[in-house]
C-alpha cells in the first residue's frame, strides 16, 4: 500500500497593487493524507467521466474548514484536477484502486486565502505520486501549467507551490516567469477573517471592464515601490503602497465595514492594510502589536454585525510538502 502526506499554505495575493501577480505564502496549512493499492488502466472511461468516476470510488473524510460543504459533493475540482493529471498521454487514465483520502483543512474556503490554489496543487501532487508509483513522470512545469489551468491566476498557486513571497508574469501560453522577493523576517501577517463568502467570480465583477492609463500608470508606480520597500526593510510609506486604484476601491465596496476595520489596524500599529486576494479577509502588516491590530479588526467588524475571527502568521519559506509515509 502506498502512503504519503501533502501539507499545502494559504496564500495572501495582490497586496494592493501586486493585481493577480504577487502572492505570499502564509503559516496557515491544509494537510491531506492519501493511500491506494496499486493502480489499473481505464481506457473506456471519457474525459468528461473521469473526474467523476474517481469521485465516487475514492474514499474521503474531511475535518475542520468546510468539512460538511466539502463532503456533501464540493470536492468537484479536486478530483477534476486529479483525473486530469492521471491522464495518460498514449490515452485512458492510470487510476488509483481503492484510494482513501483524509483532509485536514485549516484554509478558510473563498475567503481571499487561496483556498482554491491549496486544493488543485494538492490534487495534483497526489496525482504526481500515484503516477510515479507506478514508474511514469510528470515535470515540475507540466505540473505548474496544469495548476494556472484550474486557478486561472498564478499569484496563489506559484507562491503555495515554492513558498515565500512571488512576483509572476503571466506570458500567454507559456509558464509565467517568476521572481523570487526578499521579505524582511520581522514582518508579520496579521489577518482578519470574516463570516462571509465572496466568490472570485463575484469579486471580479465588480472591477470596471477598462483601465484608465493613468490608473495603470499609478499602479505601476506603487507596485515597483512596494517591493522596494519590502526587500530593503523600509516601511516608511508602505501604508500608501498597498493602496491600487485597479481593483481595492471596488472590492472594498463588497466587505461590510471596511473602512472601520482599516481605521482599527492603522490605530493599533499597523504599518499597512488591505485586502487578501479577492476578500473578503483582510490583511495587516506589521512588526509589533500583532494581537490588539487583530483584536481591533475582529471588533470592527463586530461593530457592523459581522462575525469575524484572525490569525497571524509569518511568511511560509517552504511551499507545498510531499512526503512518502
Known amino acids: 500500500m502506498a502512503l504519503i502526506s501533502i501539507c499545502t499554505p494559504a496564500t495572501t495575493a495582490n497586496l494592493g497593487p501586486g493585481f493577480d501577480c504577487l502572492g505570499i505564502a502564509l503559516e496557515l496549512y491544509n494537510k491531506l493524507e492519501a493511500s491506494w493499492e496499486g493502480t489499473t ?6 474525459g468528461f467521466e473521469a473526474a467523476t468516476w474517481l469521485q465516487i470510488h475514492t474514499k474521503v473524510a474531511i475535518t475542520g474548514e468546510g468539512g460538511d460543504k466539502l463532503t456533501k459533493g464540493g470536492m468537484n475540482l479536486f478530483f477534476e484536477a486529479l483525473s486530469d493529471v492521471l491522464a495518460l498521454p498514449c490515452g485512458g487514465y492510470l487510476f488509483p484502486v481503492n484510494l482513501s483520502l483524509q483532509f485536514t483543512n485549516n484554509i478558510p474556503l473563498a475567503r481571499g486565502l487561496g483556498s482554491s490554489a491549496a486544493c488543485i496543487l494538492s490534487a495534483l501532487c497526489l496525482g504526481k505520486a500515484i503516477l510515479a508509483d507506478m514508474g511514469h513522470e510528470i515535470d515540475e512545469e507540466s505540473l505548474l501549467s496544469k495548476a494556472i489551468k484550474f486557478d486561472y491566476y498564478p499569484d496563489n498557486v506559484i507562491p503555495a507551490f515554492f513558498g515565500g513571497a512571488c512576483l509572476s508574469i503571466v506570458q500567454n501560453d507559456a509558464l509565467p516567469l517568476v521572481f523570487p522577493l526578499e521579505i524582511p523576517e520581522e514582518l508579520n501577517f496579521v489577518l482578519a477573517i470574516p463570516e462571509l463568502i465572496i466568490r472570485s467570480a463575484e469579486a471580479r465583477e465588480v472591477l470596471p471592464k477598462t483601465v484608465i492609463f493613468k490608473e495603470a500608470v499609478e499602479n505601476s508606480a506603487l507596485l515597483g515601490a512596494l517591493i522596494l520597500s519590502l526587500e530593503k ?70 461593530q457592523v454585525g459581522i462575525t469575524a475571527r484572525y490569525f497571524i502568521s509569518k511568511m511560509d519559506s517552504g511551499g507545498i510538502r510531499v512526503k512518502n509515509k
Open 41 to 46: 488502466d481505464f481506457n473506456d472511461v471519457p
Open 233 to 302: 526593510g523600509d516601511f516608511t510609506h508602505l501604508a500608501g503602497l498597498v493602496k491600487s486604484p485597479l481593483h481595492v476601491s471596488y472590492r472594498s465596496q463588497l466587505i461590510p465595514g471596511y473602512r472601520r476595520v482599516e481605521k482599527a489596524a492603522y490605530n493599533h500599529g499597523a504599518l499597512a492594510f488591505t485586502i487578501s486576494g479577492a476578500g473578503p479577509s483582510v490583511l495587516a502588516l506589521a512588526i509589533d502589536n500583532c494581537q490588539e491590530i487583530g483584536s481591533a479588526m475582529v471588533e470592527a467588524f463586530g
